[in-house]
């Protein structure tokens, strides 16, 4: 018997038995729908993360901290020669390094506002290294003086009220620093408040980001400054720049040899970010994994009911295979049932798959609202988290394939059964 | 005439729970090519049973079934479904037509079944349907058709395939007595006119009557043979 013939008879009993042809094919739909719906709901999502991550944190930034999370943090800091061989190494850029000076309290006449952190810096390689962070909300300063002071956003806007500024450019403002002054040994240095004046060389617009350094809360002075004001030469932290951001890993690599072991610590944004990434595709998986089970329950409701149906049919079967039917044909036919409602089951499914992963979407979209509050992490770009579902034709293709394997599978007990039937038994069932 | 089919000292049993209950004990004879042929014999004398080796449906226990010379019961499941195919027609007590199908689907399907193309298969089973007068009713369904309108189909479809043998059982035993009689009598105008050989399994008298020649079965055994008038007038 010829396929064509075999699909078109098959076709042909499915619309005999209208409504239970339906139910069944309604559930592998069902099955596929589950399983598109959060492959795409899954990639959209994933890539949404992954955007924003890539987006909140600069790639091509290595942020280089003493010490280990293991081994605990290092009092031993960093040195001018630590960031020069950094700054050798083949592929970075440019390294800066940033000495932290602890609260701050700012004085602008009868303004005084709390930094929270505050830095000093190398000013042309810092800016070299986060360039598109540093932007200044007027003019940038013509050229970074020992008493320059650079105020991130939120230090000069603490209430968020731009109409009164802390400070603008050019304002002479004074900081309360708080120093070691030596003491007669045994006893400690102890801490002393002192007052140092300095010229605002600018205001930074609100950048924020969800990484580690949001310079909004942050003040910048000169490192030189600060060196000779604390009698100290070490710094905290080292940022490096790279070319190419496939390459901080192999980098971060090359600086770690550098030092001895657990001496630093690297954070690497690509690492991170491939490590959430694999995260969200191992969570999207198991959640298709459990969509699958559906199509695993209509599998079994297609055996039911074509076990059923060739209890119905046995007496055809036997007038078939009477009139020369061979047991393969019947396997065929009853097969080709049940392929074809894996086909249609399948194709409706990745219709409906796609467009239910658009409602969810909507609605998740929806939940995320509240969530939007000030936040330390806040950022122009979290105002609105949006999941746009991604169609991909590999998961619909393999959706598809899975639903056709599911439906043979549970559709060859039956199938075997019905080709198996001795004619004569066959013929003689009521 | 040399047979076309032989039937060799076949045995066969139906095993019932743990019990084998013998339906034929060693039945032998031979069908001859163009003959009208009736076996015939009381209830549960294996008349059925016979029938359903003779035409490749079931396996015997022990002995020989030759179509052509060769013993088919050596063939696989497949082989067996492929001589039923191309080698035999069926025409059933209850017509066994595929309720789904019209009368002329129903002739048109071993042709299906073999594979040979639709626009000449409805073809050939329109002229199938002209032969057994019932080219008129050919788009109705079973429901729709008489008791003889509907053996007419099965007989209809018995032929397409240009059989060798027909085998039918009891092929009247579902019909009024005058339709039986018109259905015997076109079973027998198709074996005049076309030469075809028609085995019929009956427990009536006056069918078996009619053939060329008579087994008469009893108790799984062939009780004797009967050469009829008819023959002789050949």
Redesign the interface.
């Known amino acids: 018997?010829?396929l064509s013939?075999i699909l078109a008879t098959a076709w042909?009993?499915m619309k005999?038995r209208k409504l239970r042809t339906s139910l069944t094919t309604l559930s592998v739909v069902i099955g596929i729908t589950a399983i598109i719906s959060l492959a795409s709901l899954g990639e959209g999502f994933r890539l949404e993360i992954k955007d924003r991550m890539q987006r909140g944190f600069e790639l091509d930034s290595l942020t280089i901290i003493p010490g280990s999370l293991f081994a605990g943090l290092s009092r031993q800091r960093f040195t001018d020669e630590d960031v020069q061989s950094i700054s050798k190494i083949s592929g970075v850029k440019v390294a800066t390094q940033v000495m932290q000076i602890g609260n701050v309290t700012l004085h602008n006449g009868n303004k005084t506002v709390q930094a929270f952190v505050a830095t000093a810096v190398n000013f042309t390689e810092f800016i070299g290294v986060f360039q598109d962070r540093f932007v200044y909300e007027n003019e940038p300063p013509t050229e970074y003086k020992n008493d320059t002071i650079i105020i991130g956003y939120k230090v000069n806007h603490p209430t968020e009220n731009k109409t009164t500024p802390f400070a603008v450019k050019n304002d002479n403002i004074t900081l309360t620093l708080e120093v070691l002054q030596q003491s007669t040994p045994p006893l400690p240095p102890r801490p002393e408040l002192q007052n140092y004046n300095f010229t605002v060389g600018g205001t930074l617009q609100k950048k924020g980001t969800p990484g580690i350094t949001n310079f909004d809360y942050w003040i910048f002075i000169p490192l030189e400054t600060a060196r000779k004001i604390y009698n100290n030469y070490e710094s905290d932290l080292i940022f490096a720049k790279v070319y190419y951001p496939e390459d901080s890993e192999n980098i971060a690599k090359e600086i770690e040899r550098l030092f001895p072991p657990y001496r630093i610590t690297i954070l690497v944004p690509l690492t991170f970010i491939k490590q959430v990434d694999n995260i969200l595709t191992i969570v999207q998986l198991f959640l298709m994994a459990i969509a699958s089970i559906s199509l695993l329950v209509a599998g079994i409701g297609i055996m039911n009911i074509m076990t059923v149906s060739v209890m119905e049919r046995t007496?055809?079967i036997?007038?078939?295979?009477?009139?020369?039917?061979?047991?393969?044909?019947v396997l065929a036919m009853f097969l080709a049932e049940t392929v074809l409602i894996g086909i249609v089951g399948g194709l409706i499914g990745i219709f409906t798959g796609y467009g239910l992963s658009y409602t969810l979407a909507y609605t998740l979209s929806g939940f995320m609202q509240p969530q939007q509050q000030e936040t330390v992490f806040h950022t122009p770009e979290t105002q609105r988290m949006t999941i746009n579902p991604i169609f991909s034709p590999e998961w619909a293709i393999i959706a598809f394939i899975f639903a056709i394997i599911v439906c043979i599978i549970f559709g060859l007990y039956p199938a075997r059964k019905a080709a198996k039937l001795?004619?004569?038994e066959a013929?003689r069932y009521e | 005439m040399r047979p076309i089919l032989e039937v060799r000292e076949v045995k066969k049993g139906y095993r019932m729970g743990k019990v084998l209950v013998p339906a034929l004990y060693g039945v032998s004879f031979d069908v001859k090519e163009g003959e009208f042929l009736t076996i015939f014999g009381p209830s549960g004398s294996g008349k059925s049973t016979l029938l359903h080796l003779m035409g490749c449906l079931d396996r015997p226990d022990d002995g020989e079934i030759l179509i052509d010379g060769s013993n088919v019961l050596k063939l696989s499941d497949d082989k067996l479904a492929e001589l039923r195919l191309t080698k035999m027609g069926f025409v059933f007590q209850f017509f066994n037509l595929l309720p789904k199908l019209t009368a002329l689907r129903n002739v048109e399907l071993p042709l299906t079944i073999a594979g040979v193309p639709e626009k000449e298969a409805l073809e050939k089973a329109k002229e199938m349907l002209n032969l057994v007068d019932l080219e008129a009713r050919m788009n109705h369904r079973p429901s729709e058709l008489s008791g003889g309108e509907q053996q007419r189909v099965a007989i209809a479809r018995a032929l397409i395939n240009n059989p060798k043998i027909v085998l039918a059982d009891e092929p009247t035993g579902n019909l009024d007595t005058k339709t039986g009689w018109e259905i015997i009598q076109l079973m027998k105008k198709l074996n005049e006119d076309k030469g075809q050989t028609f085995v019929v399994v009956t427990h009536d008298p006056h069918i078996s009557e009619t053939a060329d020649r008579i087994i008469y079965l009893k108790d799984g055994l062939v009780e004797g043979i009967k050469e009829a008038p008819r023959r002789n007038k050949q």
């Open positions: 018997m010829k013939k042909e009993n005999q007496r055809e036997g007038i078939l295979k009477a009139i020369g039917a061979k047991s393969r044909t001795n004619p004569v013929l």
